[in-house]
């Protein structure tokens, strides 16, 4: 809701409207949505970035002291549409199973698999997730992934993240 008379954007100031989420409480959400299916998981990772965030995606094998982080707009780059939606119509039986941890107090880390059926045959993504948090919100993601899998998805769903500055989020060259 937008003051009239100043334009400002209304702001809660409730204890009760402004909690931070912990780790632990993260984790649990993350655990849950994963064991109740790909829409509540797809719907539950929208909420969990900060506004600007550092992202890193790297194959497994890649040393951690490689892994190359871009800083960027969460907003800006996730985009006002539903990507879960996007995803079951071009992977109509994509699934997800999976859990999440919390490491300590800003830290959790979630290990996955999404299933389905690509244009070329199964599709089975195995997918580390670690997320960094900052007042309840994640501020850095490190996804690390087996990387022909990602290229084939990549191929499959249109290179959802093509442009965005992560190199490892591209399509191969080949």
Request: net charge negative; aromatic share 8%.
């Amino acid at each position: 809701m937008t003051d009239p008379t100043t334009g400002a954007t209304a702001r809660w100031t409730s204890v009760a409207m402004n909690t931070p989420e912990t780790a632990v409480e993260m984790a649990g959400r993350i655990r849950t949505s994963l064991q109740t299916g790909f829409e509540i998981y797809a719907s539950v990772h929208k909420t969990l970035f900060a506004p600007v965030i550092q992202l890193a995606m790297a194959p497994f094998e890649q040393p951690a002291g490689d892994h190359l982080y871009a800083e960027m707009n969460h907003g800006e780059v996730g985009g006002n549409g539903n990507y879960g939606a996007f995803l079951r119509r071009t992977i109509p039986d994509i699934d997800i199973v999976g859990t999440a941890t919390a490491r300590d107090e800003t830290t959790v880390v979630a290990d996955h698999t999404i299933t389905g059926t690509l244009p070329d045959g199964p599709l089975h993504l195995h997918s580390e997730a670690t997320y960094t948090l900052e007042e309840g919100l994640v501020v850095r993601y490190l996804v690390r992934h087996d990387h022909a899998e990602w290229q084939r998805y990549l191929r499959a769903t249109g290179n959802p993240y093509e442009g965005g500055g992560v190199a490892a989020a591209e399509l191969d060259e080949s």
